[in-house]
């Protein structure tokens, strides 16, 4: 019965993962894994020595952390202000309204950056020529990326994030709200002394699950919302777009291998890190770490 | 790990429930103050709307003529309305309607297949009997954490597989979620032992126990999951992008990226321009068009995608 998935995760995913070890060859296509010549850390001695790799970890790591920090803050704010109207009809639109992007591709959140962003026609720009400003060419302005990714990633996921801590504040008992207001807290003030501690079990376990992710980010996202403009590449040329660049566009596949084989690695020991971190955080009777 | 979050699933549910029931009176909750009410309504709209603007945004643009795209821009609504974009589209569909089945195609039977061969490991998966349970958790849980990456599977299905160019290759890879595989075997979890007992003694095998009693059971589940693959195999861009360079194997999202590509090849090297390219108009409409059919579907079935996302985030 298990067979058909098993077989799918050997070949997918066990296969593959063996497949790293391609890092350690000069691997060429017309003589097979088993026909190229073993290298050893020849192929990593290439990629640190690159800009562009140091770069690329340089903004997968600042950029997730910015993800993660500020989604994290909204996310919460957003959840707290449902759950402060849970009872009004309009909470389900609310809801409806914000995971509606969740299932959206990249390749359609890349149209409409454009109609906003694009230098002659967007809405962006032909609002600053009204307003009498200089217009700004976005598409080849890296230090404005940051921001417009991190608002395209907000768009993405705050419905999602905020759904699953609003679930978690929906779980609190409501008496403790009440014995807070007659203590004469306010609603900020009970934000901090009632909701946080008792949903910090969550909080802290998407926390620390980002940290383990840090190393692994949407491809999509950097891919289609900056166009893959090499202009752009300063900021937004993450591991992921390095890596997919180094075998579609320059078909290095040994320069690639030993990307990919950096990231999994790096990302399996900052998960592991993060495991055990949640393992240590939580109380003995509710164990929230994977594995 | 199975034990706690077992434990967790069949704890939390009804508990949450009765809470927020009792949500809905209770007075200390909820904010009294009608200003700050309606100040967080405000708020919310707001958040919103700038979700939603994008939408307009994109089938303003699509019924816009495109001389009124290059002068006066793009924009929230539209100033006149004109639906040439999709007059031109439909003069000449080929691309459209061979993108759509291909899409329709794989994500009906990708998401079929997925959740029968991941309900089919989940199953076993969630009964304490099962000989080899602890094997199939370690085994599902080593790729979760420690994932190959592209590189050897773009050499894997490109050199071993030889599937390049091929409708299997774009529903095989994006098939099994481990996230859903565990999702399922929690809500396999709570269905009562006594269930399987009187079904065996009955003379029911495995199969039969799987397809008639578990699957009938965990409905809900099914159903939020159901949607949640088809909704993801519809967006799918990434699986064409490596494998596929056969403009009659695009699926939707790649048709999309094409020819967004194709558009910025024109704009650089003008003297191609022999053809006519799509103008950012007919982009547009096709982006309604793409999209069209996966916003209505979310928005029918939402109800439940709430409720799965919820159960999901809390195991």
New interface residues.
């Given amino acids: 019965?298990?067979l058909?998935?098993?077989l799918?995760?050997i070949?997918?995913?066990?296969?593959?993962?063996?497949?790293?070890g391609?890092a350690f060859i000069d691997?060429r296509?017309r003589r097979?894994?088993f026909g190229s010549e073993f290298v050893g850390l020849r192929n990593f001695e290439f990629l640190f020595r690159t800009e562009a790799a140091l770069r690329a970890t340089r903004n997968t790591v600042l950029l997730s952390l910015l993800f993660l920090v500020v989604g994290m803050v909204v996310a919460l704010t957003?959840a707290y202000?449902?759950?402060?109207?849970?009872?009004?009809r309009?909470t389900k639109?609310?809801?409806?309204?914000?995971?509606?992007?969740n299932?959206?591709?990249?390749?359609?959140?890349?149209?409409?950056v454009?109609?906003?962003l694009?230098t002659?026609?967007?809405?962006v720009?032909?609002m600053l020529r009204n307003m009498g400003r200089e217009q700004i060419a976005w598409y080849s302005s890296p230090q404005y990326w940051p921001f417009i990714l991190l608002m395209a990633h907000m768009?993405n996921s705050?419905?999602?994030s905020s759904?699953?801590y609003?679930?978690?504040m929906?779980?609190?008992?409501?008496?403790l709200?009440?014995?807070?207001?007659?203590d004469g807290a306010h609603?900020v003030r009970q934000f901090f002394s009632v909701t946080i501690p008792l949903i910090l079990p969550?909080v802290t376990l998407n926390f620390l699950l980002g940290l383990g992710n840090i190393f692994?980010q949407d491809?999509?996202l950097f891919y289609?919302v900056t166009?893959n403009r090499p202009q752009l590449y300063p900021t937004t040329d993450v591991l992921?777009t390095f890596?997919?660049r180094s075998?579609?566009g320059l078909g290095n596949?040994p320069m690639?291998?030993a990307?990919?084989f950096y990231?999994?690695v790096v990302?399996?020991t900052l998960?592991?890190t993060a495991n055990w971190l949640i393992k240590r955080t939580s109380r003995s009777d509710?164990?929230l770490s994977?594995? | 790990?199975s034990t706690?979050t077992n434990a967790a699933a069949t704890v939390?549910k009804p508990?949450?429930k009765k809470?927020?029931a009792?949500?809905?009176g209770?007075?200390?909750?909820?904010?009294h103050s009608r200003t700050?009410?309606l100040t967080?309504?405000i708020?919310?709209?707001a958040?919103?709307m700038?979700?939603?603007a994008?939408?307009l945004?994109?089938v303003s643009?699509s019924l816009t003529s495109e001389q009124s795209?290059?002068v006066?821009?793009?924009?929230?609504w539209p100033r006149v309305i004109d639906t040439t974009a999709y007059q031109l589209i439909f003069e000449r569909p080929e691309r459209l309607y061979s993108a759509y089945s291909v899409t329709i195609y794989v994500s009906l039977f990708g998401t079929v297949l997925a959740l029968?061969?991941?309900s089919?490991?989940a199953?076993?998966?969630s009964r304490a009997q099962f000989r080899y349970r602890k094997f199939?958790n370690l085994?599902?849980?080593?790729?979760m954490?420690?994932?190959?990456?592209?590189?050897?599977?773009?050499?894997?299905v490109t050199?071993f597989?030889g599937l390049r160019n091929t409708l299997t290759i774009l529903f095989?890879?994006p098939?099994?979620s481990f996230y859903q595989?565990i999702l399922l075997r929690a809500f396999f979890v709570q269905i009562p032992n006594e269930m399987f007992d009187a079904a065996r003694a009955d003379g029911a095998g495995?199969?039969r126990i799987?397809f008639t009693i578990v699957v009938h059971l965990a409905k809900p589940a099914i159903a939020t999951m159901a949607l949640m693959t088809f909704?993801s195999y519809?967006?799918?861009?990434?699986t064409a992008l490596?494998f596929i360079d056969n403009w009659r194997l695009y699926p939707l999202?790649?048709l999309?990226?094409q020819l967004?590509r194709d558009a910025?090849a024109l704009a650089l090297e003008p003297q191609l321009g022999g053809q006519a390219l799509p103008t950012?108009a007919v982009?547009?409409a096709m982006?309604v068009l793409?999209?069209g059919p996966?916003?209505a579907i979310?928005?029918v079935f939402?109800k439940y995608?709430?409720q799965g996302?919820?159960l999901g985030?809390?195991k």
């Fill in positions: 019965m298990t058909p998935a098993a799918w995760i070949v997918f995913r066990y296969i593959t993962l063996v497949g790293l391609i691997y296509p097979g894994i957003v202000m449902i759950y402060q109207i849970y009872s009004s309009m639109y609310y809801q409806t309204v914000l995971l509606l992007p299932f959206i591709s990249w390749v359609i959140v890349s149209y409409f454009f109609a906003l694009a002659e026609s967007g809405i720009n032909v768009w705050l419905g999602w759904l699953i609003l679930a978690a929906l779980g609190i008992d409501p008496q709200y009440e014995a807070a207001t007659l609603k969550i692994a491809f999509g289609q166009r992921d890596i997919y075998i579609a596949i690639a291998s990307a990919q990231q999994s990302g399996f998960i592991l509710q164990d994977i594995f | 790990m706690h939390q508990r949450r809470q927020s009792s949500l809905q209770s007075p200390g909750v909820r904010i700050l009410r967080v309504h708020i919310l709209a958040i919103a700038t979700a939603l994008p939408f945004i994109i643009s795209l290059v006066d821009g793009f924009a929230i029968l061969f991941m089919m490991i199953y076993p998966m199939f085994f599902v849980l080593i790729p954490l420690f994932n190959g990456g592209i590189v050897p599977y773009y050499i894997l050199q597989l095989l890879p098939m099994i595989i495995e199969w799987l909704l519809w967006n799918n861009w990434t490596y999202q790649y999309l990226h967004m910025e950012n982009r547009m982006a793409a999209t996966a916003a979310f928005l939402q995608l709430v996302i919820t985030s809390l």
